[in-house]
Nanobody, 130 residues
Framework: QVQLVESGGGLVQAGGSLRLSCAPS????????MGWFRQAPGKDRDIVTA????????YYSDSVKGRFTISRDNAKNTVYLQMNTLKPEDTAVYYC???????????????????????WGQGTQVTVSS
């Protein structure tokens, strides 16, 4: 069974930076789009950012645009999230997600919904203190 494993979360002061990583465990698999979602206490899980297979097409939510950067290493099937200028409102559990290559895929489309993805990580806590 494929599972994604996130790492890099933690506690940081406002204005600081963190870098999250997400890699598969278990059997190898191929993915097309990959993304990061987050869920704050009492709120829904929301898209943060997504990236196409080639890395040429990226999507960022308005709340993180200009501060966060998504990237991927296809050789390692790994996706990264560089988070700069962190704010207390960025506090949440962050989840990475991957879309199976067996599903229809368009490199020009931004996959931003939870059901666009097939594989999920267990989440990593990011806490930003003021």
């Amino acid at each position: 069974q494929v599972q994604l494993v996130e790492s890099g979360g933690g506690l940081v002061q406002a204005g600081g930076s963190l870098r999250l990583s997400c890699a598969p465990s278990g059997r190898t698999f191929s993915s097309s789009a990959m993304g990061w979602f987050r869920q704050a206490p009492g709120k829904d899980r929301d898209i943060v950012t997504a990236i196409s297979r080639s890395g040429d097409n990226t999507y960022y939510s308005d709340s993180v645009k200009g501060r966060f950067t998504i990237s991927r290493d296809n050789a390692k099937n790994t996706v990264y999230l560089q988070m700069n200028t962190l704010k207390p409102e960025d506090t949440a559990v962050y989840y990475c997600a991957a879309r199976s290559e067996r599903r229809y895929y368009s490199g020009s489309y931004s996959y931003t919904r939870g059901n666009d993805y097939d594989y999920w990580g267990q989440g990593t806590q990011v806490t930003v203190s003021s």
